[in-house]
C-alpha cells in the first residue's frame, strides 16, 4: 500500500498520530527534502529506505512507489504541510490510479494554519472577514488570470499568500491597490520550526521589514484585519444567543 502523508508544517510534533504510526512501519519512505523536517525521519525503521525527492522529477518518484508496491512494501510519500496545498500531489495520484496501484491519502497541519496558532490570531473575525483565501503569486507556475492577486484583495478578506516571499515587494504594491495602506499584515518564516521568525506591519513597510530580515523563502504572507484588535464578539458563545448545544435562559449546556 502507498500512502501521502501530511508531514506538517515543521514541528515534528505536528504530524498526525496516524501520519507517525504509519513512518514507523513504513518500508520505503519519500519525502519531500526543501521543506519536510529531517528530524520526522528519526522515526523511521533502521531499515527503512529512505528518499529525498528534491532532486527527482515525477517519473522517478514514480518509479519508486512502483518498486514499492511490486514488492509488497509498505511506502510512506511524505508532503510538507497539508498534501492539497501546492504539493503537486495529484499527478501522482493520477499515475498510481493508470497504474492500477492502491493509495490512500493521509492529510497534514498546513503552514497557514501553524502560522495563525504562531500569531495567536484568529483569521474569521465576526465583523472583520468570514473568508480566508489562499493563493500564491505567478512564479514559474503560473496563475490564472482570473485569481489575479487584485483582483482577490478586491474582496478585502483574510489571506494567506504562499510561495512568494521572494517577490513580497510587487506583492504588497499590489495588495495596496485594493486594502488601505495601514492593513496589517504579516510574514511567518518556517512557521512552527525553531528557528521561526515573525515580521509585523502594515502593507506600506511589511516588504521593507521582510527584506531587512533577510526573509526570502519558506514563509507566508498574512494580510487583513483579523491581525488588528477590532472585531465583534461571536454568537457561539454569546449568553443572549441559544444554539444546538446550549439556551439563552442560561440553562447552561443541552449538548
Ligand atoms: N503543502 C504545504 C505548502 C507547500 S508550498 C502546506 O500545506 O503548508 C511551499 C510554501 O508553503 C512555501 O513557499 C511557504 O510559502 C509555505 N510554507 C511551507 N511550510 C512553511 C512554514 N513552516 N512556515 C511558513 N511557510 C511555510
Not at 482577490?152 to 513580497?168: K, N, P
Amino acid at each position: 500500500m502507498i500512502y501521502f502523508v501530511g508531514a506538517g508544517p515543521g514541528d515534528p510534533q505536528l504530524i498526525t498520530v496516524k501520519g507517525k504510526r504509519l513512518l514507523e512501519k513504513a518500508d520505503v519512505v519519500v519525502y519531500a527534502g526543501s521543506l519536510v523536517n529531517r528530524e520526522l525521519l528519526s522515526w523511521c525503521r533502521e531499515d527503512a529506505v529512505i528518499y529525498n525527492s528534491a532532486a527527482m522529477h515525477l517519473e522517478e518518484i514514480i518509479d519508486i512507489l512502483k518498486e514499492a508496491q511490486r514488492y509488497g512494501r509498505m511506502a510512506v510519500r511524505l508532503h510538507t504541510g497539508d498534501p492539497s496545498l501546492y504539493g503537486a500531489v495529484r499527478e501522482q495520484m493520477d499515475a498510481l490510479d493508470k497504474l492500477g496501484i492502491a493509495y490512500e491519502v493521509v492529510p497534514g497541519v498546513s503552514s497557514f494554519l501553524a502560522a495563525a496558532a504562531s500569531l495567536k490570531k484568529e483569521y474569521t473575525l465576526p465583523g472583520v472577514s468570514q473568508t480566508v483565501i489562499l493563493t500564491r503569486m505567478e512564479g514559474r507556475t503560473p496563475v490564472p488570470e482570473r485569481e489575479e492577486i487584485r483582483s482577490l484583495a478586491r474582496h478585502q478578506a483574510t489571506m494567506a499568500i504562499f510561495l512568494s516571499a521572494g517577490q513580497i515587494g510587487k506583492l504588497c504594491a499590489l495588495l495596496c491597490q485594493e486594502y488601505p495602506t495601514d492593513t496589517p499584515a504579516a510574514v511567518v518564516y518556517k512557521a512552527s520550526w525553531k528557528d521561526e521568525k515573525i515580521i509585523r506591519g502594515t502593507l506600506e513597510n511589511l516588504a521593507s521589514l521582510a527584506e531587512e530580515a533577510g526573509i526570502r523563502k519558506t514563509a507566508l504572507i498574512l494580510v487583513g484585519k483579523f491581525l488588528g484588535d477590532d472585531y465583534e464578539l461571536s454568537c457561539l458563545y454569546d449568553k443572549h444567543f441559544s444554539h444546538e448545544y446550549r439556551r439563552a435562559d442560561g440553562g447552561g449546556s443541552i449538548g
